[in-house]
């Protein structure tokens, strides 16, 4: 089947408004995880989802970040309000499980997000 | 809390030459290490990782406790091997599962 996707490949927003950036694990994957990738910053942590756990949030840098996972598969990554310093490449992972599976994840090919 | 570093932003050898790509953790419990590459326009991919003391594409790594550190390393660089890479920890902490990247390595292998 197809790897991880994401949607939009890319997003172009004016400051202030809101946006939401879908993501669609691998089937059967049931870890899921959000990371953002800025320029020389490496890849930040954001929040994670496995099963039907509360997911871990610790990694949001504020409250305009939210994410949700319906049905446990597709993922929306919500920014409300958005700032010039949003701006990123958002990047969505899956892993059959957060504790088995060798740790590894799989990745999509990422939203890249401008904010003006 | 874990963390992960890599000293160096960029990097860059002439093809054959020897290449290392250093990374250091700091984790008070026993860390499972990888290394992640980022082809040009392609997705963030695993490329090995600690557990399998595999070699891939030429590459190993070799996990040193004392020294906390998880340097990757070919003897002969190719050019197919410019790419971003990044040096990550999975710990188990609690709910704190996920994978902790360093801020990663370009390098550059040129002809």
């Known amino acids: 089947g197809a790897g991880v996707s994401q949607s939009p490949s890319n997003k172009v927003t004016e400051k202030g408004k809101d946006v939401e950036l879908r993501c669609d694990p691998i089937?059967?994957?049931?870890?899921l995880y959000w990371y953002r990738q800025s320029l020389g910053q490496g890849l930040e942590f954001l929040i994670y989802?496995?099963?039907?756990?509360?997911?871990?949030k610790s990694g949001l840098p504020s409250d305009r970040f939210s994410a949700e996972r319906t049905g446990g598969s597709v993922s929306t990554l919500t920014i409300q309000r958005t700032q010039q310093e949003d701006s990123a490449v958002y990047l969505c992972?899956?892993?059959?499980?957060?504790?088995?599976?060798?740790?590894?994840?799989?990745f999509g090919p990422g939203t890249r997000l401008t904010v003006l | 809390a874990q963390r992960v570093t890599q000293p160096e932003k960029l990097l860059s050898v002439f093809k054959g030459a020897p290449v290392e790509l250093k990374c250091n953790y700091s984790?008070?419990?026993?860390?499972?290490l990888f290394w992640y590459v980022q082809y040009s326009r392609q997705r963030l991919q695993l490329l090995l990782r600690?557990?399998s003391r595999e070699s891939i594409k030429g590459f190993t790594a070799d996990l040193n406790k004392g020294e906390t550190s998880f340097h990757l390393k070919k003897p002969f660089a190719q050019e197919e091997d410019s790419a971003m890479y990044y040096c990550?920890?999975?710990?188990?902490?609690?709910?704190?599962?996920?994978?902790?990247f360093g801020s990663g390595t370009q390098l550059t292998v040129l002809p």
């Open positions: 992972a899956s892993s059959l499980d957060s504790l088995q599976g060798g740790g590894e994840q799989f």
């Open positions: 089937s059967g994957h049931t870890a």
């Open positions: 989802f496995q099963g039907n756990s509360a997911p871990d």
């Open positions: 984790y008070s419990g026993s860390p499972e």
């Open positions: 600690h557990i």
């Open positions: 990550a920890l999975r710990a188990f902490t609690g709910s704190a599962r996920q994978l902790t």
